[in-house]
């Protein structure tokens, strides 16, 4: 007769073979301190950033936590080297962006009604010569603000909640950092993204172009100047959500598909502009249960940079070849959402 020590060691055998062949990515990878290394020393957590950064911000992400204490009202700042900031009234209930080389934020500031720039390795902060309303909650559609790719203009959108309850769409503007002038673009345009030509944007009307469509998007390319550089019409839910390449003739979209269960990823959509029309899906190699939840932005012609959910819920940022979905693993430990700087 098998005694429950037999029956004991069965159960820690499989217990075992599961954790061993589990995936990589599925857990945090475990840690094991030997009795000479001493104790654990818990990494110091994040504080005020005052005057210049000693490096550049690699991301930036909302703490999931909620004490009270400043550290989780904040954003959280995560240089090169690994240090953590947080900057005054940079708030995690409001928008921020990174510039491409990771020494520049911009934030909504609550008290100066505004967006202000911060030089991060000059520790200055400058307040935009336009000001603007309060910014809708994360999540409910505003239009965050972006950085050109040499970070010396940014793009800023007057959006505010309206009566109903939802996000009227304001004025997209581009704001010299350096020179403060500002552009004011025709209404109804809303930024998707920089191009080396100047910003793209898209203005989604009813569609009287795409049969079985109910939208169309107007997507244009405009001059640093905000002068129409080129124009294209799209089908409305690739434009809408489209994140352009550096050379703006492609754009890059997460596809969906419709279930009783809700929308589920299916892949990247790239977008011709050119032929204004769809010119192919890239399936992402990922393991089972892994799917691209959104397109940060294009790192080149050749990668883009996505957020990536796993499983149980676990989040990653991957670099995806649009030549044949390979997925290269970046290590940013942080909860959603992240905003990226530099990647160097």
Not at 311 to 338: F, K, N
Request: net charge positive; with cysteine; charged share 20%.
């Amino acid at each position: 007769m098998r005694g429950p020590w037999t029956y004991g060691a069965a159960v820690l055998a499989v217990v075992a073979g599961v954790w061993v062949t589990a995936p990589v990515w599925s857990q945090p990878p475990v840690r094991f301190v030997r009795p000479d290394q001493g104790p654990v020393v818990p990494t110091p957590g994040p504080r005020e950033l005052r005057g210049p950064a000693p490096a550049p911000v690699r991301y930036a992400y909302r703490p999931a936590c909620d004490d009270g204490a400043e550290t989780c009202k904040h954003w959280v700042l995560v240089s090169t080297r690994g240090e953590r900031w947080w900057l005054p009234y940079a708030f995690g209930s409001g928008p921020l962006t990174l510039s491409r080389d990771g020494t520049r934020a911009a934030y909504w500031h609550p008290k100066q009604h505004r967006y202000v720039v911060v030089d991060l390795l000059k520790g200055t902060t400058t307040p935009l010569p336009v000001k603007t309303g309060e910014p809708p909650e994360p999540g409910r559609g505003g239009q965050e603000p972006m950085f050109s790719p040499d970070g010396r203009r940014l793009l800023v959108a007057d959006d505010r909640d309206d009566d109903t309850g939802e996000v009227a769409p304001g004025i997209t503007m581009i704001v010299d950092v350096a020179g403060g002038g500002v552009r004011r673009l025709p209404r109804g345009e809303r930024a998707l993204g920089w191009t080396d030509r100047g910003p793209a944007l898209v203005n989604v009307k009813p569609s009287g172009r795409f049969p079985g469509h109910v939208t169309s998007g107007s997507y244009v390319v405009r001059s640093a100047d905000g002068d129409v550089v080129s124009r294209a019409e799209l089908p409305g839910h690739l434009a809408t959500t489209a994140v352009p390449s550096p050379a703006g003739d492609t754009l890059a979209t997460v596809a969906t598909e419709s279930t009783p269960g809700g929308p589920v990823p299916r892949g990247v959509v790239l977008t011709d502009a050119r032929r204004e029309r769809p010119a192919r899906t890239v399936v992402p190699r990922l393991p089972a249960g892994w799917r691209v939840r959104a397109i940060l932005r294009w790192e080149s012609e050749d990668a883009l940079l996505t957020e990536t959910r796993g499983p149980h819920g676990e989040v990653a940022c991957h670099l995806l070849s649009p030549a044949d979905g390979t997925m290269t693993p970046l290590r940013l430990d942080a909860p959603s959402p992240i905003v990226v700087g530099t990647l160097r």
